[in-house]
């Protein structure tokens, strides 16, 4: 079993950065593929960045892609995601993801979520 806890979200303006935190225990994230989906209202849950253990190179969503960066650290047991140029678009609920496997990584069905963190970018 995993446990992830999501910290940083808050109310940002427009253009303005963010950094999100997600602590995991239970289990060491160093072979696990780790996420971050994000969830509007009215909207379902959407893909926004994944570190797949076993690729160096990060993927993101489409939407974010140059603005957000995903990283983590093995020996903290820690992701983070560092949003930049942030948009009202952006707001949303953001969760952490992991899963043992790389397959289907861009889909909401990870075995361990963590709570969500609200981020409200205001224009």
């Known amino acids: 079993q995993m446990q992830l806890v999501v910290s940083g979200g808050v109310l940002v303006q427009a253009g303005g950065s963010l950094r999100l935190s997600c602590a995991a225990s239970?289990?060491?994230?160093?072979?696990?593929?780790m996420a971050w989906f994000r969830q509007a209202p009215g909207k379902e849950r959407e893909f926004v960045a994944a570190?797949?253990?076993?690729?160096?190179?990060?993927d993101y969503g489409d939407s974010v892609k140059v603005r957000f960066i995903i990283s983590k650290d093995n020996a903290k047991n820690t992701m983070s995601l560092q949003m930049n140029s942030l948009k009202p678009k952006d707001t949303a609920v953001y969760y952490c993801?992991?899963?043992?496997?790389?397959?289907?990584?861009?889909?909401?069905?990870?075995?361990?979520w963590g709570q969500g963190t609200q981020v409200t970018v205001s224009s």
């Open positions: 993801a992991a899963q043992p496997r790389s397959d289907d990584y861009r889909l909401p069905k990870y075995d361990y």
């Open positions: 570190i797949r253990w076993f690729v160096r190179a990060p």
């Open positions: 239970g289990r060491t994230i160093i072979s696990t593929t």
